[in-house]
């Protein structure tokens, strides 16, 4: 694509403010122009910290702009597939945060726009837990260095919803975050780029924090999303994963990683995106990433060469989000019907 690249942005949350617009910024030849914010004050703010020219409480105002080559949707879940729906019809190139959607549902509807204009680029933002690694991650499971896999622990235990006094935040919302649960998707969208997809999920949760104040009005909201959970799956390919994740749970001892158990040896992958390697009958040893493999956060940059070169989107394309998506539903529907739930079915 030829010439300056003229992004809008729809919902300037902390992501989109700490990431997006400053990564969009840093590259040559691309303007953010246009910031759209659920309210004035809020977006003259953004607006103001960055340099954009034009603030609009509108999306159709962005949609419709004939000055404007793609969009930015930094809104909370519950919008994304009607504004990347919306946007991709008016031909604009879409960047949309994670979560992808509200269920698997909205994402397909979200995967159909991206099909009908297939010369448009349509990015998710990434799982970012793998981006130094994944690669390597890859290449030592092709290789077969592991032998054959045997199990797969995925762990992710914190406090970060312990405090009982702590507001009410948007992604314990069912009416914002859908069935999108903690951070359980970006661990799954992590452990599906190095073994593919999952077949079947088995799910228990709780929720022990019940109840928290919104800021907004001061009520007391019942939470209905879980804030402990285990799962067990079995991925497509036959492997068990194992997935425990928690967000109140003080001081836990393993707090988290992704430990890959093979007939031949070990790979712990932790979530400062560190490796080691334990070969049978041998200690753990440092597994850094593959020379030239080691990747960064680029998402804006990506988004930006996927629209002037034509490269495919490959962290993540919305085929994947979708796959993150049914993933998300189905231990959704497991813990609450107490059934096992096949992933391809939702």
């Known amino acids: 694509m030829a010439g300056a690249i003229r992004v809008g942005v729809i919902g300037a949350g902390a992501n989109t403010r700490v990431r997006h617009i400053p990564g969009l910024q840093a590259i040559a030849g691309v303007e953010v122009v246009a910031v759209c914010n659920r309210s004035e004050a809020s977006g003259h703010r953004v607006a103001d910290a960055f340099g954009i020219e034009r603030v609009t409480t509108d999306p159709e105002e962005l949609f419709s702009a004939d000055d404007l080559d793609a969009v930015c949707i930094g809104t909370w879940p519950y919008r994304h597939s009607e504004y990347t ?52 991650m890859r290449r030592v499971l092709a290789e077969g260095a592991l032998g054959t896999l045997r199990e797969v622990q995925v762990t992710s235990l914190n406090g970060n919803a312990f405090d009982l006094g702590a507001p009410l935040h948007w992604r314990e919302r069912r009416e914002y975050s859908g069935t999108n649960t903690m951070n359980l998707g970006i661990l799954a969208e992590t452990v599906e780029r190095w073994l593919g997809p999952t077949g079947t999920v088995l799910a228990d949760a709780s929720v022990g924090v019940e109840e928290r104040v919104d800021e907004d009005n001061g009520r007391r909201v019942r939470i209905e999303i879980p804030d402990g959970i285990a799962v067990l799956a079995r991925m497509a390919s036959g492997v068990r994963v194992t997935y425990r994740v928690s967000t109140v749970l003080h001081a836990p001892r393993d707090p988290g990683g992704i430990s890959l158990y093979g007939s031949r040896g070990t790979l712990h992958w932790s979530l400062d995106d560190t490796m080691t390697l334990a070969m049978a009958g041998d200690e753990a040893r440092p597994l850094p990433p593959d020379a030239g493999t080691e990747g960064s956060w680029r998402v804006e940059q990506d988004f930006i060469d996927s629209i002037r070169e034509g490269k495919s989107v490959e962290l993540t394309d919305f085929e994947a989000g979708v796959r993150y998506m049914q993933f998300t539903e189905a231990v959704w529907r497991s813990w609450n019907e107490r059934r096992v739930v096949e992933v391809s079915s939702v």
Do not use: I, Y
Not at 102 to 129: G, H, I, N, T, W
């Open 85 to 136: 729906v919306r946007a991709l019809e008016a031909g604009k190139h879409v960047l949309c945060e994670a979560r992808m959607a509200m269920d698997a549902s909205e994402a397909r509807a979200m995967l159909a726009a991206a099909k009908a204009r297939p010369e448009l680029v349509a990015q998710v933002v990434p799982a970012p837990f793998d981006l130094r690694s994944w690669r390597t």
